[in-house]
């Protein structure tokens, strides 16, 4: 009789956006005359900028032609696009990171969930805590995490590294050495930044002990500050040590298009052996290549136009990210992130745990937020907004919690 990977028995469920759904639905029905407003998705709201659609439209045309019609594309991405990230997203910045080290993908969800298939099962994780709940969850799936103590929260094989107001929320380097360290900067979802002396900090601790460094930029396109790095790369030693996911998906909203990369420099090797030539034959194997026309639309956000316009939407969403900071501190509020990052994590009021607070906030204001415990033991006390909604709605938003 077949079985079942029982890893996925390990998993507990996956309450947080459903438990969020069913009480807004309920409200609602409860009181069809409210207008709520949901700033809790990280999901964009703005349309595609109009060099993308622009170049969308004419691949398309492409594909309805023998002549310029594309089948299969390559195993590790169109040769167009993989030039154009090597050249704006690293070499610009002064990076070293050759176009066949980028492996373009059909989103960071994917490659973060995946990229944890070519390491041994005997490999510690150490993750951030609160954390994006897929690092951890693909690794239970794998059956690396060990047992699941529901008082915790916390699996026993995995390395939790707290990240709160104590630390700002940077993590420490844990106490015991992992082999596997799974970073969010800008993150994903305490809008928490760091330096790139304290991102060299962990490139030197990962190149010490023999770690990998699972670097997500995903938010990188909201950094505002000099001081912070847009890429892992920009630090010494990190092509021994570091892969980087990127998504195509905050910055230049690809989240229904689909599009991202990874990266794996070639030095980065343990007893000869490249992690390159591993994702590579991992990517050959299950992967058959984001579409044409979606690797077209991803050229076109390095175009001149493209670039002008992603760089607007990108501040038409930190815009409504400041206000939600400014509008929250003048009521009061401890607030966090909203500098260098969409998302705000604000300090629940008085002794109000985080799911206290979603439900006051639904009844008293009508808003819908992502309470911070679901994303770990240690969001416990706070709250998430994000700037990605309209700029109507987040002002309307901020007004009634102001007169809360
Ligand atoms: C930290 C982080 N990584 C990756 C993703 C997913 O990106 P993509 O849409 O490219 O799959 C998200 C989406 O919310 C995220 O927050």
Redesign the pocket.
């Given at each position: 009789m077949f079985k079942i990977n029982e890893n996925y028995l390990k998993l507990p469920g996956s309450y947080l956006f459903s438990t969020i759904g069913k009480k807004v639905a309920a409200f609602g029905q409860e009181h069809p005359e409210k207008e709520i407003i949901r700033l809790g998705i990280?999901d964009v709201t703005q349309p595609l900028a109009p060099a993308i659609i622009d170049a969308l439209h004419s691949a398309v045309d492409e594909m309805a032609d023998a002549k310029t019609f594309h089948g299969y594309a390559p195993d590790l991405g169109y040769e167009f696009l993989r030039s154009a990230i090597a050249a704006n997203d690293f070499a610009a910045r002064g990076c070293e990171v050759a176009a066949d080290e980028i492996f373009v993908s059909?989103?960071?969800?994917?490659?973060?969930g995946n990229i944890q298939e070519i390491f041994s099962l005997d490999n510690r994780i150490a993750v951030c805590d609160p954390v994006?709940p897929?690092y951890v969850d693909s690794n239970v799936m794998a059956g690396r995490t060990g047992t699941y103590d529901p008082a915790t929260e916390r699996w026993s094989d995995v390395i939790y590294m707290p990240c709160t107001e104590a630390n700002q929320f940077a993590p420490d380097f844990p106490k015991e050495t992992p082999d596997l360290i799974y970073l969010?900067f800008p993150?994903?979802p305490t809008g928490a930044a760091i330096t790139k002396d304290q991102l060299q900090g962990w490139v030197d601790y990962a190149n010490r002990v023999g770690a990998v460094i699972l670097f997500?930029a995903?938010?990188e396109a909201y950094i505002s500050e000099e001081a912070i790095p847009h890429s892992i790369y920009e630090c010494e030693g990190a092509r021994t040590c570091a892969i980087e996911?990127r998504?195509?998906?905050?910055n230049a909203g690809?989240?229904g298009t689909?599009?991202?990369y990874t990266v794996i420099p070639k030095d980065l090797q343990v007893n000869g052996v490249r992690l390159h030539a591993l994702w590579a034959r991992r990517h050959g194997t299950k992967y058959n290549g984001a579409p044409y026309i979606v690797q077209k639309a991803g050229e076109a956000v390095y175009s001149e136009a493209g670039k002008a316009q992603v760089t607007e939407q990108v501040a038409y969403y930190m815009k409504n990210a400041q206000t939600i900071k400014s509008g929250l501190q003048a009521a009061g509020y401890t607030v966090y992130g909203g500098v260098n990052s969409p998302y705000v994590w604000l300090k629940t009021p008085g002794k109000m745990t985080s799911w206290e607070f979603f439900d006051y906030l639904l009844e008293k204001a009508n808003v819908v937020g992502t309470p911070g415990s679901g994303f770990g033991p240690s969001g416990e006390g706070y709250f998430r907004l994000t700037g990605f909604g309209t700029y109507e709605n987040t002002v309307a938003a901020l007004e009634r919690i102001k007169a809360l």
């Open positions: 990280g059909d989103g960071a969800k994917c490659d973060s994006y897929v969010c993150n994903n997500d995903a938010y996911l998504s195509f998906s905050k690809f989240t689909r599009l991202g």
